[in-house]
């Protein structure tokens, strides 16, 4: 090597957010030599307006108006909205800045990789060029074994809409909101426009949601998805389906909103949450060889590899979608790059779950694809009014639905709707993921009152239903299972 060849690495990874850290701990814990490349703030959305920003906002909002418990214990103090909005909104920025520091020494301390700021884009030959943040610093470059480009996804922009508005906003809204809007429309009922609806509604502000599509979170289940349209309503929220934005700016100094049906509606403000898109831009990939998707998103075959060897990619710029998919890609990724050899597939059954008050998280398949691709399935349901643990919270209107076989009782998917859905999902996922039947929630022994009794009772719901319809309950699988157990415990 002569004094002039650029620094060499085992692997360089473009973009530190999920994606980029999924992959830099596992290369990290193999013991490679790692550099990662970040034109902004380590963590990326996680740490700057998604995930951890919103749902610290969120948590704040509930706890400081008491939004779930004024109905419950008859407050009918107003909670001081401003005061409340003022304290979220310095918590969120407070969070924020440790999650992003604290995410810089993950790297550099605990895992002990180098880090570059600036913009990286390929060069030949595996090499990656740096544009530094600093316009007085000079450009350079590095060289790897392999490279993971990472470098997630942004809003997408509806044309025709004045983002330039102070009142008008993308789903990054946060570092820009700085006040209490009156009203809010959300333009979208998507996972982040249901949150955000959620998080203005606990604030008292008044709330128009507007979602193209026939229900809310179309990708979820449809039997839940109109629970949550109903709960939303309930709180206050006007909920306009199957129609979009047709206009939106400023008439006589007001904002104007014009929609597809013709309707003007003149919100406060306006947030839309109408998708994302890729960040490819300025990455060279064309002159590498790199491809792109008719979606214009990075193709990538199983091991996480692009169409030219050793440049692999991972997180939102194969396909947006949520920060643990993001991660765990990642991790294939670099266990495929770097020839490591374990965790060499992604999951499939991953977790949708909904930050909206209440909570939506699913896992498996929906009802509605289950009846789609014509499987024998039957449903149990538990709601949360029938479980001592929903009377004590209150949250009587929240619902643990199964989607199982007929013929084997094996799971098929799991669907909650209310408090700490999001975390009450595991117990299915983990099921799913051993190819589990219903029968498992009958054998286990619970602890009560806590919202997991759900599963028993969801279970025992579809035992009724196949009982009523002549299936012999006889108990192959959970006899089996508790023979397992046994032999376990002596
Ligand atoms: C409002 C909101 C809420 C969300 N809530 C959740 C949630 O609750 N749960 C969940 O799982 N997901 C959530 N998501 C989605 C989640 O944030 C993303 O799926 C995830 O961040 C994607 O990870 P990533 O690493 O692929 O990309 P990103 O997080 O976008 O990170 C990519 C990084 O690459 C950097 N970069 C880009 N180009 C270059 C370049 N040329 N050179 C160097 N660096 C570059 C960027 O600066 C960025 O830091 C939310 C998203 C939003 C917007």
Known sequence: MTDTAPPHYDLIIIGGGPAGQGAAEFAAFA???ILVIERK????????????????????????????????????DQPDIVMAAERSLARTEQVSSTMQNSTHSFFVDRLGVDVVYGSARLGPNRSVIVTPIEVSERERVFTAEKVLIATGSRAFHPPNIPFDDPDIFDSEVLPRLKRVPKSTLVVGGGPIGCEFASIFSAFGIHVTVVQPGEHLLGTMDSELSDLLRIAFEKQGMRIVLGTGVRTAGRVHGELQITLQTGEVLRPDIVLFATGRLVNTEGLGLDAAGVKLSRRGIVEVDSHFQTSVEGVYAAGDVIGPSLASVSMEQGRVAASHALGLGFKVKLDPLSVSAVYSVPELAGVGLTEDIAKEQGIDYEVGRCSFGDIPRGLISGDTDGILKLIFHRQDRRLLGVHILGDIASELVALGQA????????????????????????????????FKRLAATGVSLQTFGSEQTQDAVDSNQT
Do not use: W
Request: no cysteine.
């Open 31 to 33: 013991g490679r030599r």
């Open 41 to 76: 703030v380590l963590g990326g959305l996680v740490v700057t307006t998604g995930g951890g920003p919103t749902k610290t906002l969120r948590e704040a909002a509930l706890h400081l108006t008491g939004f779930r418990y004024r109905t419950l214990y008859r407050i009918t």
């Open 431 to 462: 099921t799913l993921y051993n190819s589990g039947t219903i029968d498992v929630f009958n054998n286990l022994t619970f602890a009560v009152p806590t919202y997991t009794t759900a599963y028993k009772y969801a279970a025992f719901d579809g």
